[in-house]
């Protein structure tokens, strides 16, 4: 059984006592940026003096290996996995849920196939994590509901960090990996941790984007008000009905449409 989860999940802790953090890596193994930034972070922490723990979880060693996405069904629709699944990524699933139970935080880190700024991915939304998002410099949080490892694990947030194996999201992606370990009080580099306030939103339409020019004043969370030209169709201007803040403005298929929301907890 554990030579099986070697294979399957490869993790590594960093520094004593008990991990205070977990950062995931390569869930989907053709997200390379992820992955590098993590090989990095080693190099720059490998020769300080770590103050408490935090572990780096590879959680599709095979995929990673093999630079495809998956080996067998998308590892983020298989939460939370079956130990006997029918599908190597059913197994991995159930192993990380397992092998997370004890982590208090988790950041799940991803890269897109079309150019993004970094934005996190959320399920929770409390206090600390609003924190932590607007201390590493994080400035727009997504509700997602879908049942993606984020949901199976305490305190769970995915970033994607950029274009898949573009430079720029590995240094984004290691800058907020030293932001964290920075902020947990891991070891002291010197960083400017900028607060900026972190802004949340939920998806509610799309438009399609088949024949669709867009404006070149559309993008990524920047407002677009009502009557403000979306783009054009066959020449045609195609106008906002109402106003609404644009998600994946470089992805072919769909323009997102998000509002912005604001959590109310009862407690
Ligand atoms: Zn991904």
Redesign the pocket.
Known sequence: MNDLKQKLIKSEKFGSGKSKFTFVVG??GD?AAPVIAASELKKIIGKSDLRGSFQIVYANTQAIKEKK?FIEFDL?RCFPGRENGKFLEEKIAFQLVRDLKSSQFTFDF???DFSVTPYALISVFNKQIEKILEQIGIRNALFSSEESLIKYVANGV?I?VGQKDSIEAVEACLKIMLQVVNLFGICDKPLLLQEKKVRTFLIYRFLSKKGLVLDAAISDFKYVKKGQRIGWISGDTVVATEGFYPVWVNFQERLLFSKRIKIYDED
């Open positions: 869930l989907h997200e996405r983020n991803h890269a897109t995915a994607e």
